[in-house]
C-alpha cells in the first residue's frame, strides 16, 4: 500500500482518534492563511491606489481560498473521505468566524446568509478534500 508520505497513517489505516485532531490542524491552516491574506491585502490597499470598494470581495475571495487550501491539507493526510473531512473543516470555519465575531464585537446579522456562508464553507472544504486526498 502507497501512504505517499501522509503522516496521519500508520500501519495502513487512520487512526481514530487522530481525525478531529486533523480536522483542528486544517482550520488552523486555513485561518493563519486568512490571516496571512488578511495583512497582505491591507498593505495592498495602503500602499496602493486600490479603493476600499474592492474590500469585501478581497475578503469574501480570501476567504474561501483559505477554506480550499485547508481543506486540500486534510484531504492529502487523510486515506478515505477526504470530501467529508474537507467539508468538516470548511463549516467549523464558518464557526470559527462567527465565534470570532461574537468575541471581538463585530457586527453580525444571522438569517439567510448564514446559511449560504455554511453551504458555500462546505462545498469548497469539500472540493479541498476531494483536491487534497487526489493529490
Request: net charge positive; with cysteine; charged share 10%.
Amino acid at each position: 500500500m502507497n501512504n505517499k508520505g501522509r503522516s496521519s497513517i500508520q500501519g495502513g489505516s487512520l487512526l481514530v482518534s487522530s481525525v478531529p485532531i486533523l480536522i483542528i490542524r486544517g482550520l488552523l491552516v486555513a485561518l493563519l492563511l486568512s490571516f496571512i491574506f488578511l495583512a497582505l491585502c491591507t498593505v495592498a490597499l495602503y500602499l496602493s491606489p486600490l479603493s476600499e470598494v474592492f474590500v469585501p470581495y478581497l475578503i469574501f475571495g480570501g476567504t474561501l481560498l483559505s477554506i480550499l487550501l485547508g481543506s486540500v491539507y486534510v484531504g492529502k493526510r487523510t486515506e478515505e473521505k477526504g470530501w467529508l473531512r474537507g467539508g468538516l473543516t470548511g463549516l467549523f470555519y464558518v464557526l470559527a468566524l462567527i465565534i470570532l465575531s461574537y468575541i471581538f464585537r463585530v457586527s453580525f446579522e444571522p438569517g439567510l446568509n448564514i446559511v449560504t456562508k455554511f453551504f458555500l464553507g462546505f462545498s469548497f472544504g469539500t472540493l479541498g478534500g476531494i483536491l487534497g486526498i487526489n493529490s
